[in-house]
């Protein structure tokens, strides 16, 4: 059984960057692909990042250029390394397979943007 952590959110002012960490525990060799989505306030959940297991990488046209995903198989570990953050990145950031499992959906982790 898998189940994601994910944690690295926080507050930081616009143009700032974070790095966001999702622990899978259970053998991640088994996932073909892990993505990285968001939900801000009022809005549908969307994907932003897709990492495959060989470690390509796809965004999202409005992350694109910011945003750098990457996977540790031997760590079991998801990152996104997000820079030139901006206020409409603010929202909750999950990861899960791709495409998402509803059983794996977990708490988020929290970023806000300050302009």
């Known amino acids: 059984q898998v189940q994601l952590v994910e944690s690295g959110g926080g507050l930081v002012q616009a143009g700032g960057s974070l790095r966001l960490s999702c622990l899978v525990s259970?053998?991640?060799?088994?996932?073909?692909?892990m993505g990285w989505y968001r939900q801000a306030p009022g809005k549908q959940r969307e994907l932003v990042a897709r990492?495959?297991?060989?470690?390509?990488?796809y965004y999202a046209d409005a992350v694109k250029g910011r945003f750098t995903g990457s996977r540790d198989n031997a760590k079991n570990t998801v990152y996104l390394q997000m820079n030139s953050l901006k206020s409409e990145d603010t929202a909750v950031y999950y990861c899960?397979?791709?495409?998402?499992?509803?059983?794996?959906w977990g708490q988020g982790t929290q970023v806000t943007v300050s302009s």
């Open positions: 259970g053998s991640l060799f088994s996932i073909n692909s």
């Open positions: 899960n397979t791709i495409p998402a499992r509803y059983s794996l």
């Open positions: 990492i495959t297991s060989g470690g390509r990488t």
